[in-house]
């Protein structure tokens, strides 16, 4: 597709349940970024991959958390344990080569994750 | 580190009217400005930003956004807003080569008849 495309949209786990949010990005696109957006609140990054490169993983609340893009396209999201606080939207982008500035981020419609 | 004030948690406006939407920044050398917009239940959609050039910066959907360097702000400005401007807005901002954006909390539009 001409988009970038997240799985499930929507998820709801039993806390201390693992899940694993998938992004699919445009075709070709180098770069691939991860960001959380809780209730009310702005994104805020988690990851980002050049390639099969996770060059910045400094956003990842706890090592839960764990990214993947091992043939630089698909990449995969995965919460071990998952607690009540980790209920938002999961949100992926991907751009043509480094960053907004030159070619701008796509951003996908994310995957809503309910802890209950 | 960088951050972003967004200080309107929500704003009405009435349809035809215009808008501006408040945006100030903090960091410390020239930083790459962005809006993005949300509409329920789905992804970012860019709007317009800034790196150099010229303060006054067209966007998509007739918004624009003026950098003021004096004032540490970006603020996002339509002259006339349609009722499908309804939306939640973020402003944003970049370092280059960090490529990750830092996003303010956002600014709820709604929209009256």
């Known amino acids: 597709g001409a988009g970038v495309s997240q799985s499930p949209r929507y998820k709801v786990a039993k806390r201390g349940q693992d899940v694993a949010l998938r992004c699919d990005p445009i075709?070709?696109?180098?770069?691939l970024f991860w960001y959380q957006q809780a209730l009310g609140q702005g994104p805020e990054f988690l990851t980002y991959?050049?390639?099969?490169?996770?060059?910045?993983k400094s956003g990842l609340p706890s090592d839960r958390f764990f990214a993947e893009r091992p043939e630089g396209s698909v990449s995969t999201l995965k919460i071990q344990r998952t607690q009540q606080e980790d209920s938002a939207v999961y949100l992926c982008a991907s751009s043509l080569v480094g960053g907004e500035f030159n070619y701008g981020y796509t951003f996908g419609s994310g995957t809503r994750l309910t802890v209950v | 580190a960088q951050s972003v004030t967004q200080p309107d948690i929500h704003i009405t406006v009435s349809e035809g009217a215009s808008l501006e939407l408040r945006c100030n920044y903090s960091y410390g050398a020239t930083p790459y400005l962005f809006w993005y917009v949300q509409s329920p239940g789905q992804g970012l959609q860019l709007l317009l930003k800034y790196f150099s050039g010229d303060t006054l910066v067209q966007g998509i959907k007739g918004f624009e956004a003026e950098f003021k360097r004096s004032q540490s702000s970006f603020n996002l400005r339509k002259p006339s807003v349609h009722w499908s401007d309804a939306a939640e807005y973020f402003c944003a901002v970049m370092n280059t080569g960090f490529q990750k954006l830092v996003f303010g909390t956002g600014t709820r539009l709604l929209v009256s008849p």
């Open positions: 991959f050049q390639n099969e490169a996770q060059l910045d």
């Open positions: 075709s070709g696109h180098v770069s």
